[in-house]
């Protein structure tokens, strides 16, 4: 017993054929949860029943309809979930399938599916690409808060140059969403930051790194152990360059502490 997801494209769009399958779905004692038009082509359902054999019931009756034509009967992807809410897909990438592809213009999409990630226990190793003032940090943030869970700079530009040595109190809770920015911890010689940084990546929590082709450079970890890689561009076409973040991103502006503003 449980939910769902139904996607069928119509072959014929007449009067009250929603009605009808709406109907069939009712005397299988079949539940519609959430309803949308996904991608423009397909209208996608969650649905719930108590009993699984009426969804393979379903399935049957359907294939004998030439009003329209089902696509997938399958248990719920958070990629399915999100494609009702939003109304499409979210784009994965061709080569790695852990890839996720975003615009700007979707940032409420990414908000959802990060904090959907974020809801869930255990460890995740996310990174997220992208060129400066995209919405990389941003989305992270709002993503905690939806997922009601607190964030942690280890490193950061968001509001000034941050650099974490340490951490107090509740701030080692395995709840906590850990970010840091990886072209910062890359460029710094601060052993204590780094070591701070280990001791964080071996926690079973979620940890998010932005510029993670940055942050593998000369350390221990490779994009490999990423479980999951975020794309968020400007455009469909703008190119993710990290000369140019380099150049932008210096570690300048230190103030008489070495740099460590008061995080530390």
């Given amino acids: 017993m449980g939910e769902w997801?139904?996607?069928?494209?119509?072959?014929?769009?007449?009067?009250?054929?929603?009605?009808d399958i709406a109907s069939l779905l009712g005397m299988l004692r079949v539940d519609i949860v959430t309803i949308n038009g996904v991608d423009g082509r397909y209208r996608g359902m969650l649905v719930h029943t108590d009993h699984d054999q009426q969804i393979k019931r379903f399935e049957l009756i359907a294939s004998t309809m030439d009003a329209i034509v089902i696509h997938k009967i399958r248990e719920p992807k958070l990629r399915d979930v999100l494609a009702v809410r939003h109304g499409h897909y979210i784009q994965r990438g061709t080569d790695d399938r852990r890839t996720y592809q975003f615009i700007r213009s979707e940032l409420g999409i990414l908000v959802d599916f990060l904090a959907e990630?974020?809801?869930?226990?255990?460890?995740?190793?996310?990174?997220?690409?992208?060129?400066?003032?995209?919405?990389?940090?941003?989305?992270?943030?709002?993503?905690s808060v939806c997922a009601n869970k607190k964030w942690v700079f280890?490193?950061?530009?968001?509001?000034?140059q941050t650099i974490r040595t340490s951490m107090m109190g509740d701030e080692f809770s395995d709840d906590n969403i850990f970010i840091l920015d990886g072209i910062v911890t890359r460029k710094t010689s601060d052993e204590r930051h780094m070591q701070l940084v280990r001791e964080i990546m071996g926690l079973p929590t979620i940890k998010v790194v932005e510029h993670p082709d940055m942050f593998v450079k000369q350390s221990e970890y490779t994009i490999e152990d990423f479980d999951i890689i975020i794309e968020l561009r400007t455009t469909v076409d703008q190119e993710i360059s990290y000369d140019i973040l380099e150049k932008n991103d210096p570690i300048t502006n230190r103030n008489s502490m070495g740099g460590f503003n008061m995080f530390n």
């Fill in 5 to 19: 997801y139904v996607e069928y494209e119509l072959q014929v769009n007449r009067p009250g054929l929603l009605g």
């Fill in 117 to 143: 990630i974020f809801k869930q226990d255990g460890h995740k190793l996310i990174g997220v690409r992208g060129m400066p003032r995209v919405g990389k940090t941003e989305s992270v943030v709002a993503a």
């Fill in 154 to 160: 280890l490193s950061s530009t968001m509001i000034k």
